[in-house]
């Protein structure tokens, strides 16, 4: 059974940081490639960062410098590094794998960054 299981989300302060984790089972994690979104209350779903199998990776314009997104192969994890946190990142943060035509979404974490 294909499961992503996200954790990490919460709430910070503006300037923080938080790391997001999403662990894949039920499928070959090293063959797909994984993207972070975020859909924030009333907009639509967007594609944040990605990486693929061969680790390539690219960032929505307004997070680059500041996310950083990983994966480690031998845990079937992909991890997403949030720093310098603003209060416009707030959404809920979604993991998803993808392979040809083939993709996976987890349930999402919720990420509020506020004072």
């Known amino acids: 059974q294909v499961r992503l299981v996200e954790s990490g989300g919460g709430v910070v302060q503006p300037g923080g940081s938080l790391r997001l984790s999403c662990r894949a089972t039920?499928?070959?994690?090293?063959?797909?490639?994984m993207r972070w979104y975020r859909q924030a209350p009333g907009k639509e779903r967007v594609l944040v960062t990605s990486?693929?199998?061969?680790?390539?990776?690219s960032h929505l314009d307004s997070v680059k410098g500041r996310f950083t997104i990983s994966r480690d192969n031998v845990k079937s994890t992909v991890y997403l590094q949030m720093n310098d946190l603003k209060p416009e990142d707030t959404a809920i943060y979604y993991c998803?794998?993808?392979?040809?035509?083939?993709?996976?979404w987890g349930q999402g974490t919720q990420v509020t960054v506020s004072s």
């Open positions: 039920g499928f070959v994690f090293r063959s797909y490639g």
């Open positions: 990486i693929g199998y061969d680790e390539g990776t």
């Open positions: 998803n794998a993808y392979y040809r035509q083939l993709s996976y």
